[in-house]
T-cell receptor, first 114, second 110 residues
């Protein structure tokens, strides 16, 4: 049973560039959430996708956008990168109508903006 | 608003017991979760409380008092591998997302 996978593992970008991060949810899960975790901090919720639509959004600017595909995988796009966007980006999957209370996290993508 | 508070760092000795506290003030509540996160890795689920009281799971126990907005994670018989960050999180009642605290970095010394 495949868990949550994310790609790439590491990424280095320059200020002003754009980046796309990818996530495949755990088998059977239909909901994907994205979090940003700065060094030494707890994860901060960016947004959640369900049925290919953004269902909830945290306090992040419009430079952060996303997409969910029919197979439930998801992308996170960040435009006009800033130095402060350097962080670990975590994807978590869950089942919208299931009884499980857990979110399963992927290994994350470490983004460095120079 | 959402506010979750935890101590930043704690140190304990191998074989000892440590209690990590978490206080929260949130606009809604749908369960309190504890996650363990080793450096550079994803958070992994440890425990879950939705009702008041103590939940025990092997060497780990978690306590919740909803009226006080307070929880703690108790780790017994500490091992070196328990050195990690411990994240307290409250689940959003409107969805399935979590509001995380800043995390407590625990160092277990020999």
């Amino acid at each position: 049973d495949a868990g949550v996978t994310q790609s790439p593992t590491h990424l280095i970008k320059t200020r002003g560039q754009q980046v796309t991060l990818r996530c495949s949810p755990k088998s059977g899960h239909d909901t994907v959430s994205w979090y940003q975790q700065a060094l030494g901090q707890g994860p901060q919720f960016i947004f959640q996708y369900y049925e290919e639509e953004e269902r909830q959004r945290g306090n992040f600017p419009d430079r952060f956008s996303g997409h969910q595909f029919p197979n439930y995988s998801s992308e996170l796009n960040v435009n006009a990168l800033l130095l402060g966007d350097s962080a670990l980006y975590l994807c978590a999957s869950s089942l919208a109508l299931g009884v499980s209370y857990e979110q399963y996290f992927g290994p994350g993508t470490r983004l460095t903006v120079t | 608003g959402q506010n979750i508070d935890q101590p930043t760092e704690m140190t304990a000795t191998e074989g000892a017991i440590v209690q990590i506290n978490c206080t929260y003030q949130t606009s809604g509540f749908n369960g309190l979760f504890w996650y363990q996160q080793h450096a550079g890795e994803a958070p992994t689920f440890l425990s879950y409380n939705v009702l008041d009281g103590l939940e025990e799971k092997g060497r780990f126990s978690s306590f919740l008092s909803r009226s006080k907005g307070y929880s703690y994670l108790l780790l017994k018989e500490l091992q070196m591998k328990d050195s990690a960050s411990y994240l307290c999180a409250v689940r959003d009642p409107y969805g399935q997302n979590f509001v995380f605290g800043p995390g407590t970095r625990l160092s277990v010394l020999p």
